[in-house]
């Protein structure tokens, strides 16, 4: 159980583009999913927090209006990066929680490498 | 600003030894601190840790956590070749949104 999938996992682009990215909990119901950035060899950066049916809470530093969270539906929650620029290639991987599971346990999507050329 | 730190950043051993991982933390309000192995993509659950002195077990994974010296440490005993991995440490407040502060993680490398 608790399986998130994410979706594409892996898209090149070229700059100027803009890039949807899903993350879906396949077997439980998501009331709440986090979008994280990892950079190479270091660790998960939290950029947002969304709630289903609410705007998402970004982290300090992390643009709103580049990085569009969407999280319509209790299982599906997509990030879009608007006008990517080649500083925006990056792994991005999303996570989700939800009530029926163990509380502060997040379960992880496999990641998305976007490149950004 | 909450805080993460996880030692050594990378380790390599001879398969059958035992490994011991060390993870720090100053988080407000901390709740609950979370161990994840990421082999090449998403990390995978190991353990939640929440109260003090309580060893969590799962066949060779081991952690323990320290509430006073805010501290945990994931033991793997007998380590295997498929134990090589990243293992992330995380901590979680009590806010609402119990987000995770993720430590930069321990590269670990099991050879034969």
């Known amino acids: 159980g608790a399986v998130v999938s994410q979706h594409p996992s892996r898209v090149i682009c070229k700059s100027g583009t803009s890039v949807k990215i899903e993350c879906r909990s396949l077997?439980?119901?998501?009331?709440?999913m986090f979008w994280y950035r990892q950079f190479p060899k270091q660790s998960l950066m939290l950029m947002a927090t969304?709630?289903?049916?609410?705007?998402?809470?970004?982290e300090q530093g992390v643009e709103k209006d580049k990085f569009l969270i969407n999280h319509a539906s209790l299982t599906l929650s997509t990030l879009t990066v608007t006008s990517a620029h080649p500083e925006d290639s990056s792994f991005y991987i999303c996570?989700?929680?939800?009530?029926?599971?163990?509380?502060?346990?997040?379960?992880f999507g496999a990641g998305t490498r976007l490149s950004v050329l | 600003e909450d805080k993460v730190v996880q030692s050594p950043l990378s380790l390599v051993v001879h398969e059958g030894d035992t490994v011991t991982l060390n993870c720090s933390y100053e988080?407000?309000?901390?709740?609950?601190l979370l161990w994840y192995k990421q082999e090449k993509k998403a990390p995978t659950f190991l353990f939640m840790l929440?109260?003090?002195?309580i060893e969590k077990k799962s066949g060779r994974l081991s952690s323990i956590l320290d509430k006073k010296e805010l501290f945990s440490i994931l033991n793997i005993t007998a380590t295997q070749t498929g134990d090589s991995a990243v293992y992330l440490c995380?901590?979680?407040?009590?806010?609402?949104?119990?987000?995770?502060?993720f430590g930069t993680g321990t590269r670990l490398q099991v050879t034969l």
């Open positions: 996570s989700a929680r939800g009530p029926a599971l163990a509380k502060n346990i997040q379960y």
């Open positions: 077997d439980f119901q998501a009331t709440t």
């Open positions: 969304s709630n289903e049916g609410s705007k998402a809470t970004y």
């Open positions: 988080v407000t309000n901390f709740r609950s």
């Open positions: 929440t109260s003090s002195g």
């Open positions: 995380a901590a979680t407040n009590t806010g609402t949104a119990s987000k995770l502060t």
